[in-house]
């Protein structure tokens, strides 16, 4: 018995501190304010809470409140999800409930915990949960996870994202559960009483349902039992008596529980697929398909039921919870038990999951036909969810889906509702496992699991584990992926005695709470150790009464229970488990008289239960209440003792590996134990000793035992925490002899235990006897097989470990174990190996161990094994020689730098591009842990002549790319060794000048171009403006702030225009011209004669015509302001208000207009400010966050500034984001009948939806335009405006799509007629204009291919319309509206041509846009007689030419003669004088088509900025001028100013159309000119023409233009439409609102380069690629960015030039989809400035430059650097400080004058070359060759690393000089270097030749520097182990001899050249062979 209690002592582990545990959430509630007022509220009307009965109710209900509350509480646990990504905060979060409140707090160990979010909701919660919902995105099925808590209550279930949505989500029933799953939430439907009798409709009622989005339909889950016969049997799982325990997301299961059975069973939880679905639904007809229920628990008496159980042939062991086949038990009838087990025998036949098949006919109709008949048939017994009730069993008369299978004409019709349909499942459960139904008679029915955990063991067996608290069991089923990882496979089910359970997830066990009350820890179904926890059992109170039971050992208490506990374990191993049972239930019963017995157990607080397992952190529930945290430690610390058991546990088998990783957990957590530094002696000591050596013996682990605490006592003693309680026994026990012993005994059986300790002892006293006895090694331990392969893989961790310069330190403590092993296993070259690496280090080691012979037959030796030791190193130092080289291994997962850099080097250095996809195993050899018996490795040869080789280009970027791919990092980079890492920084060197530009954020980042990587993320200027702050800016003087802010225009980002237009303060003067918000001034001379009140009066008629200008300013602000605000959600839009008041000079007095003085237009400024608000809802970006709420919370309480909001609802649609407004806000705006409203409103939201064919916005248009409704409905009495605004909104939503129906009722609404009672009489020119626009829109372009439209006939039609004639029949649905005429307007049977010329017109320059078109063209030719010129308006020649131009595309020509050939040949001829011409008709006529054809100009130039164009257009203008400075005379009337000014504004929006976007000063000026005149002629149209074209000329602060595409010159040409408004009311020609549509044709182009470092815009030299075309080649511009870039499709590509910037290229002919993103987020392009060079702003020239110095002064450039200099140069802060200490001469640097220097060159070198992260590789061969020099070298690794670099320059420099130039060591830096180490180890060599001879005869080399020398040497000179080839050598009588054996060897020639005066030493003495001194060899 002693014996069992001291092994439990040896393994007993500690727990970490504890900490008492208090759910946080129930402080919080405490202070919530609304506890229980919210349940106050329901309880009580308001009206009686105050009444004197309302206070006894109040006292009543707090009563309540407090009594319920603490009962409700619940909480749980989990491990934080939410860190940032560089460094994850692991943090635990909770989610507490109590009553109405949830709680969601979170806290870490070094951070309290702090409440996220807090839900109150209505009704008491009865469950809270996390759950992550996939929302599917509506592009290519990608789903973006919703974090979201739940809540459910009785009702209904609440969500609450993360991002801050909430859903609620009603419940149709009532719930019992709900679980998270990885789809969405299951619900599992309570079962009302009424379920549970026998044939009740409710017993079809599926149970479980699924709801996979807060919005999403809740729908029943479909089951799939498993069987062996097809699959067809898939049913809704509608089993009463299956209760869902336990659900996972990863793997998807659901654990479910039988009632009936006592069975737990484990189901895949999948989506449906598309068969299942229609298995489902479709009614089936056979009866073995009957849907679920129907057959399952329909038979008429319980009786027939069992019956037919028993008589099944085969039953059914598993009856998968009661469905699926005709036999299983019914959900609800009680087994009988008698009756099954006299059956037993034949029931418990089959296998689990075998269904039978006994579906007789009869019994199914006998089963429907008792359903038909049941009395409660008729009534559906749930109230509330008849959807649910009937939907699944419902014929629909359509036939197909209902779910009763039999065409029964007795079924009760009432029931059924026709109209229902079954709700389409999404969800399945497949069954995967269930439980066998235990056999012994006797045993009751396991109750349901408690608990249901997931689990994974040490080595990654993973098991899903269930408490069965009946039993006190936790059953633990391991299961595993399937080869094809789709279908889990449940192997076996182990049971662990146990009272509660928890996982720990972190270190991969399980916490076990046993019976007895002690913790036991297991990992998977093995049983590690106990835990001990530090203050549980030492109990508060005094100790003097108790002292006698606490000195006793701890586990005297659980000694019994132990006993039993062991001995039901052996038992097991013995006895079929029955009987196991049977012990178990006994068990019981003593388990629980022991405590009654014990009074030990009252006085100290046991454990209860366990609970909230997060990471490695579990809760204990004591007896007393309390709630004590503990943590239980990890597995391992130190990251190599980490990595060495991952080695480990790769290569053994998994029973070894665990016994190792047990043993090493006792170990390394005993109680009191080790500190941090004594792990890894504590490791070796424990490993070598499961290998069977004795580490008392060996003298190197003998001092690890010292090294660590002296004795166990201390170590405990100063891991103590508490001073109450003793833990003195304790210590001793720890500090006992014996249980050191025990401790390093190996794990052997039990059986063995007791004589292997005993003659240990033995062992023991006897060496200490006679230390003379040889070592040994232990050939029974339990390792001793594995040691070669042990020895293998941990070699292969040290070649890991050596590539890695934080791992390098961690390597030389591991070479220590290795060598031991490598000695003893007799592997010289191993030895050597090592000796090379640590010289000083290996040689103190001298002792090896025996491994007796007989005993060598019991290793195995793996085939992996070979004799040549591998060395990374000497692999990769062969590649870059260019030698063959065997394959190189590696342990996936665990040596993964191994792995990369080989197959790098094969990549990048071998050139063999296949080397990452197909030929890896070319490189590498994977060792697989099942490699045990394997045949020898195959020897690879690689085909070097074959292999094609790349361009080193392309290697560099695929070598980039790739370790992108793998997950490298430049902070990796730093990591690997200098001389390994060179070609990797070499080719990220090479990559750095031209990368790609689609490359990826990760590889941008690595080739250090940070321009690139922050490119990709989606920037705009106005986000970095917080981290940019500072800029230069052009705002004016601070005091002008106060007004500044209101005139809408701040926004305009200043550091972007300030580059644009640095000279000049033009964006100023823009603002002053477009400022709305402020009085203008007013001066009126007062004339002597004049009366004060006439004065006034002259003063207020002058405002009046200033407030024309006023007024139409808006238009022009929108597009100055155009997308350059980002709103804040929480702030209103700033409206500037548009002010309409003057001021008076010299008193400043005020001058109104609603004096009364004048007469003032009614409702003059209801357009105005409809403009105002369009102008300020278009500062808002497209991309900025707007949503529904914000556009409703910004609606204006004040009536008046209704026009205003319906402006501002037009802008966002203009931008796009008119599409958030819900339907129902849109429905409220449009019942309000407000008329601007609703223009405002259909035009927006047409514009979102442009050319989208939108259905239910072509329902909104439609109800406003009469033509588009059916003939027989209601008459609706829809504004004229409103109607104009629907139809164009027609066009927009079916722009360019060719819409047949809707193109022929535009065709007829253009000619539409004026009807009979007043209707469509006003105003009737801006609706047919809008149907031409309208019908132009919708045919957009499409020419003569209008699909299925040549009936209608277009373009006569329009054609007729044009010009005139008869009118035509009316046809189609419209016929009755027109039959009785109009009785005001006789207009007759002909067309109104005055009407419908303008509509008609630009309805076909539309649709034959750009096609053309001759023919179409020509009918749009000016006539060519004076007579029929008469006939034509002159504006509609203005139109037609306009249309000509337009369809003749490509003939518009950017010079004067072009426009001049648009007239006709009789108005340039010489006039015959006898003809009667009218000059002012010819004139008139001359001006318009001047104008229409400037006006093409500009639409074909537009935002081109094409300098011939703007010359051409600008001359016209000046003509225009000069004719108008002649107005006043006779020769042009007063007729004639308007024609003048109306062509003058036509050809300055041209104008300003061509130069959009580039402020041109010239445009500027004439807006400026025009500004300023406010008299006369100059009315509201005019001014409004102005300032667009001064809007346009400055579109969005310079950062958009127009663009050219189709749907653009739609936009221009209903925006400008020749035709402006007279007066501010006018709509009668056009729509005011329409002017805004030319937002549509703006397209962002404007680049603007930012500097990477700094953040701020910048100039940067473009060069810009046209496309060739037919009126040019291809041409190639420079630009200086920023500047607007030309239309993309132009473009051949675009790139940064050199030499100030990285250079970068855009290539547009491969996508401009890269572009296109760029530019939409403000243009910005991230540029990074190079070294040595300043932005062009400081340094207009270049001469500043680092590389200008050097070519002034003739001395070489490194004299001539100053460090001090650096930082104008570079800004990387590493080497401005590098500078500023190892640069600069200070005091303490004064006599290493020549190191300063050196560093200077150094930095100097790598700021000129641009690779300053050279500079650490640069120091460390410093440092390597003057320690090298200075002949104190400690290990040989720095000179690993000069070879490779040296061998990498030879293999660069063999290559020839040409291909030098990329190489990164270029300067004479390197062979300086080289020169140095020659010479130093050719000093060493003629001195120590003697050791180098000894070293080749294998003799003890001499302790001290010479050897480390010679290792140095050797490593160096790549000089193989010579030690067995001395003889070889030594007998050589010739150099020829040497030189042919030595060939063998694969010396390389000149290192064998060093060799040859030792070599030859024999023959010729040391005297210099054939007469040569050494060194004239090469080196």
């Known amino acids: 018995m002693s014996e069992v209690v001291y092994e439990e002592t040896a393994t007993m582990i500690a727990a970490g501190e504890l900490q008492s545990f208090v759910p946080f959430g129930r402080e919080h509630c405490r202070n919530h304010p609304n506890a229980f007022n919210l349940q106050l509220r329901e309880l009580q009307p308001a009206s009686e809470l105050w009444s004197s009965d309302g206070a006894a109710g109040l006292v009543g209900s707090l009563q309540e409140v407090s009594l319920q509350e603490r009962e409700r509480e619940w909480w749980q646990l989990r491990k934080g999800c939410m860190g940032v990504k560089e460094d994850e905060v692991e943090f635990e979060e909770e989610l507490y409930t109590a009553g109405n409140m949830v709680v969601w707090s979170q806290g870490s160990r070094t951070q309290a915990s702090s409440v996220y979010k807090a839900f109150t909701v209505d009704s008491p919660v009865q469950q809270a949960l996390w759950c992550n919902f996939a929302v599917p995105q509506n592009k290519n099925d990608e789903e973006e996870v919703e974090q979201t808590v739940c809540i459910v209550q009785s009702s209904c279930i609440n969500v609450h994202t993360v991002t801050g949505k909430d859903f609620i989500s009603p419940l149709p029933f009532q719930v019992s559960d709900v679980w998270v799953t990885k789809f969405g939430l299951l619900l599992e439907r309570k079962n009302s009483a009424n379920d549970t009798q026998l044939n009740l409709p409710g017993e079809l009622m599926p149970t479980v349902f699924s709801m996979l989005h807060p919005l999403g339909e809740i729908a029943p889950v479909v089951s799939k039992p498993s069987g062996l016969f097809e699959g067809s049997h898939v049913q809704y799982m509608s089993d009463s008596t299956m209760k869902i325990v336990f659900t996972c997301c990863q793997p998807s299961i659901v654990v479910s529980y039988d009632t009936v059975q006592g069975t737990h069973t484990v189901w895949a939880l999948r989506k449906v697929t598309q068969d299942e679905r229609s298995t489902v639904l479709r009614c089936p007809t056979e009866p073995v398909g009957t849907p679920l229920g129907l057959m399952a628990s329909s038979f008429p008496t319980s009786h027939l039921r069992n019956i037919s159980h028993l008589d099944s042939p085969v039953g059914s062991g598993t009856t998968v919870l009661g469905f699926g086949s005709g036999t299983s038990c019914a959900p609800g009838s009680p ?269 100290t607080p046991f454990i209860n239960a366990l609970r909230d397992p997060v990471c490695n952190q ?84 003998r001092q690890l035992h010292f090294e660590g605490p002296l004795s166990p006592v201390i170590a405990a003693k100063k891991a103590r925490h508490s001073d109450q309680g003793s833990d003195e026994d304790w210590d001793y026990l720890l500090a006992s002899h014996y249980h050191r012993q025990i401790i390093f005994q190996p794990v052997c059986s039990s059986a063995e235990s007791s004589d292997a300790v005993t003659t240990e002892t033995e062992d023991l006293s006897s060496a200490s006897s006679s230390s003379s006895s040889s070592l040994k090694l232990e050939s029974s331990a339990p390792l001793f097989p594995h040691i070669p392969a042990l020895f293998y893989v941990l070699h292969l961790l040290y070649q890991e470990l050596q590539l890695d310069e934080l791992q390098r330190a961690r390597a030389s403590a591991l070479v220590c174990l290795l060598q031991q092993l490598a000695r003893d296993l007799q592997l010289e070259e191993y030895v050597d190996l090592y000796w090379r690496d640590y010289p000083s280090l290996i040689s103190s080691f001298t002792e090896s161990c025996i491994i007796d012979p007989a005993a060598i037959g019991q290793m195995h030796r793996p085939s992996f094994l070979s004799s040549k030791p591998p060395c990374v190193f000497s692999w990769l130092s062969s590649c870059l020689r260019g030698e063959e080289s065997s394959p190189f291994p590696y342990l996936p997962g665990i040596c993964q730098r191994t792995r990369l850099l080989v197959l790098s080097y094969a990549l990048y250095i071998m050139g063999d591009d296949n080397a990452t996809a197909t030929n890896e195993s070319k490189y590498l050899f994977k060792l697989s842990a099942g490699q045990r018996s394997c045949a020898t490795e195959l020897n690879f040869r690689r085909q070097s002549s074959v292999k094609v080789r790349f361009s080193s280009e392309s290697l560099a970027e695929q070598l980039v790319v790739w370790l992108t791919s793998q997950g490298f990092t430049l902070k990796d980079l730093e990591s690997v060794p200098f001389g390994v890492a060179l070609p990797i920084r070499e080719a990220i060197y090479r990559c750095r000048e031209q990368p790609c530009s689609d490359w990826s954020e990760e590889v941008c980042l690595l080739i250090g171009r940070q321009d690139l990587t922050k490119q990709a993320h989606k920037m705009t200027l106005a986000k970095s403006k917080a981290s940019v702050g500072s800029g230069l800016s052009l705002e004016p003087p601070a005091t002008t702030e106060a007004d500044e802010e209101e005139d809408g225009m701040s926004d305009i980002v200043q550091e972007v225009t300030g580059l644009i237009w640095s000279q000049d303060l033009r964006v100023q003067e823009v603002r002053r011209l477009l400022q709305s918000s402020r009085p203008v001034r007013v001066s009126v001379v007062q004339l002597p004669e004049v009366s004060d009140h006439e004065y006034i009066e002259e003063k207020e008629n002058k405002l009046l015509q200033l407030c024309q200008r006023t007024m139409a300013l808006p238009v022009g602000r929108g597009l100055f302001t155009l997308f350059s605000y980002h709103p804040v959600p929480t702030e209103l839009l700033p409206v500037p208000k548009l002010n309409l008041t003057g001021r008076a000079p010299p008193r400043n007095t005020m001058v109104d207009l609603n004096s009364g003085n004048i007469d003032v237009p009614p409702n003059m400024t209801s357009w105005p400010s409809f403009h105002n608000g369009v102008a300020a809802g278009l500062k808002i970006a497209p991309a900025s966050h707007v949503d529904s709420a914000w556009i409703a919370y910004n609606k204006p309480k004040s009536p008046e500034l209704a026009n205003e909001y319906a402006g501002f609802l037009m802008a966002l649609g203009l931008n796009g984001h008119l599409t958030k407004l819900a339907t129902l806000n849109i429905h409220d705006y449009l019942t309000k009948g407000h008329e601007m409203t609703s223009i405002g409103l259909l035009l927006g939201v047409s514009s979102a939806k442009l050319g989208t064919m939108d259905m239910s916005i072509t329902r909104l248009l439609s109800i406003h335009i009469p033509a588009l409704l059916p003939p027989t409905s209601t008459e609706l009495d829809v504004p004229h405006n409103i109607q104009v605004a629907a139809v164009i909104g027609i066009g927009l939503v079916y722009q360019g799509t060719g819409h047949r129906h809707n193109a022929e009722v535009l065709l007829s609404e253009i000619g539409r007629p004026p009807g009979p009672e007043m209707e469509y009489c006003t105003d009737r020119e801006s609706y047919s204009l809008a149907a031409g626009l309208a019908l132009g829109m919708v045919c957009l372009g499409h020419g003569s291919n209008l699909i299925g439209m040549t009936d209608l006939n277009v373009p006569e039609q329009l054609y007729q319309y044009m010009v005139g004639g008869h009118r035509r029949a009316q046809a189609g649905a419209n016929r009755e509206r027109h039959k009785s005429p109009s009785y005001q307007i006789k207009e007759g049977d002909t067309i109104n041509v005055d009407v419908t010329c303008p509509g008609a017109t630009l309805a076909l320059a539309m649709i034959y846009l750009k096609t053309n078109n001759r023919s179409i063209a020509d009918w749009l030719k000016p006539p060519d007689t004076w007579f029929l010129l008469d006939f034509i308006k002159p504006e509609f020649l203005l139109l037609r030419t306009l249309a000509r131009c337009i369809i003749m595309w490509d003939e518009i020509l950017p010079n004067t003669e072009w426009v001049k050939s648009n007239i006709p040949q009789i108005m340039r001829g010489n006039f015959d004088p006898s003809e009667d011409i009218n000059m002012e008709t010819m004139a008139q006529a001359q001006d318009y088509i001047t104008a229409g054809a400037c006006m093409a100009m500009g639409l074909r130039f537009a935002g081109s900025a094409n300098s011939d164009a703007f010359d051409c257009l600008y001359e016209f203008a000046r003509t225009f001028m000069k004719m108008m400075s002649f107005a006043g005379t006779a020769a042009v009337g007063a007729m004639g100013y308007y024609n003048l000014q109306t062509g003058l504004s036509m050809i300055l929006l041209a104008m300003s159309m061509v130069m959009a976007g580039t402020g041109n000063l010239k445009v500027l000026q004439l807006c400026r000119f025009f500004h300023k005149r406010t008299g006369g002629e100059m009315n509201y149209g005019f001014h409004m023409a102005h300032h667009m074209a001064l809007g346009l000329l400055f579109m969005g602060g310079g950062r958009y233009t127009l663009s050219t595409s189709n749907s653009a010159i739609a936009a221009l040409l209903c925006a400008l439409y020749p035709h402006f408004p007279a007066h501010s009311t006018d709509n009668r020609y056009h729509l005011q609102a329409l002017r805004h549509l030319a937002v549509l044709a703006a397209e962002p182009r404007l680049l603007v380069p930012v500097d990477v470092d700094s953040l701020k815009p910048c100039y940067a030299l473009l060069e810009v690629t046209y496309k060739e075309t037919r009126w040019y080649n291809e041409t190639t511009v420079e630009l200086m960015a920023p500047t607007l870039l030309p239309e993309l499709h132009l473009l051949k590509q675009v790139r940064v030039k050199g030499p100030r910037y990285w250079e970068l ?24 400035l190079r070294a040595g060079q300043l932005p062009y702003k400081d340094d207009p020239q270049g001469w500043k430059s680092l590389l200008t110095t050097t070519i002034n002064h003739r001395n070489s450039g490194v004299t001539a650097f100053k460090p001090e200099a650096i930082s104008t140069f570079t800004s990387e802060p590493a080497l401005i400080s590098f500078a500023e200490f190892f640069c600069k001469t200070s005091e303490a640097m004064k006599h290493r004058k020549d190191t300063l220097v050196l560093f200077s060159a150094m930095l100097y070198e790598c700021v000129t070359q641009e690779c300053s992260e050279m500079l650490p590789t640069y120091i460390s061969i410093e440092q390597a060759v003057s320690a090298l020099r200075r002949g104190d070298v400690q290990q040989t690794f720095p000179l690993w690393q000069l070879r490779l670099v040296v061998e990498l320059w030879d293999s660069r420099m063999l290559r020839g000089p040409a291909n030098s130039h990329d190489t990164l060591l270029t300067s004479e830096f390197l062979p300086v270097m080289k020169n140095a180490v020659d010479v130093a180890l050719d000093e060493w060599l003629k001195e120590n030749s003697s050791v180098l001879g000894s070293y080749m005869r294998n003799e003890v080399l001499p302790n001290d520097t010479r050897s480390v020398m010679l290792a140095s040497f050797l490593v160096y000179r790549s000089i193989s182990c010579l030690r067995n080839t001395h003889t070889q050598l030594e007998g050589c009588g010739s150099f020829g001899d040497l030189l042919y054996r030595s060939s063998q060897l694969g010396i390389p020639l000149r290192d064998l050249l060093r060799l040859v005066p030792v070599l030859l030493g024999s023959v010729s003495g040391s005297q210099s062979l054939l007469g040569f001194p050494p060194q004239v060899f090469p080196s």
Request: one cysteine or more; proline letters at 7%; hydrophobic letters at 35%.
């Open 335 to 603: 087994l009988h038990y008698p009756a099954l087990r006299s059956q037993q025998s034949r029931i418990m036949t089959s296998s689990p999951g075998v269904h039978s098949r006994v579906h007789s006919p009869s019994i199914s109709n006998m089963a429907a036909l008792s359903r038909a008949h049941s009395p409660g048939m008729a009534a559906p017994s749930f109230s509330g969810a008849s959807r649910f009730n009937t939907s699944f069993h419902s014929l629909s008369p359509r036939g197909h889906h209902g779910l009763l299978p039999l065409t029964n004409s007795t079924i009760n019709e009432s029931m059924i509702t026709p109209d229902r349909e079954p709700i389409v499942p999404d969800l399945c459960v497949e069954q995967l496992w269930s439980e066998t139904v235990m056999a012994g008679c006797h045993r009751e029915m396991s109750s349901q699991a408690s608990k249901v955990f997931i689990t994974s063991d040490f080595c990654e067996n993973c098991y899903l584990c269930f408490l069965v608290e009946s039993h006190q069991q936790l059953r633990c089923v391991k299961f595993l992926e399937s080869n094809d990882t789709t279908q889990l496979i449940f192997p076996s089910v182990t049971t662990i005695p146990a009272k509660d359970a928890a996982p720990l997830q972190n270190i991969d066990a399980m916490l076990v709470l046993e019976a007895c009350g002690s913790l036991v820890l297991y990992t998977g179904i093995t049983r590690v150790s106990k835990v001990f926890v530090p203050g549980l059992l030492s109990p508060t109170f005094s100790l003097s009464s108790q002292l006698p039971h606490l000195s006793t050992p701890v586990e005297n208490v659980s000694t019994p229970a132990n006993a039993g506990n062991r001995h039901l374990q052996r038992l097991e191993d013995i006895m079929p488990s029955p009987v196991s049972e049977l012990r178990g239930s006994n068990y019981k019963h003593h388990e629980a008289s022991f405590f009654e017995d014990c009074t030990f157990q009252q006085a």
């Open 1705 to 1728: 290229t855009l290539d547009l002919s491969k996508e401009t989809q890269h572009l296109k993103s760029i530019l939409s987020r403000d243009g910005v392009l991230y540029v990074k």
């Open 618 to 701: 579990v809760t204990l529930e004591l007896s007393s209440g309390t709630m004590p945290r503990i943590s239980i430690p990890e597995i391992a610390t130190s990251e190599l003792v980490r990595k060495c058991l991952q080695s480990i546990r790769f290569i053994l088998p998994k029973e070894a590996a665990m016994k190792v990783l047990v043993k090493w957990y006792n170990i390394y957590n005993a109680p009191g134990g080790p500190s941090a530094h004594a792990e890894w002696s504590q490791f070796v000591t424990c490993f070598l000793t499961l290998m069977g050596y004795n580490t008392e013996r060996l003298a190197w682990t």
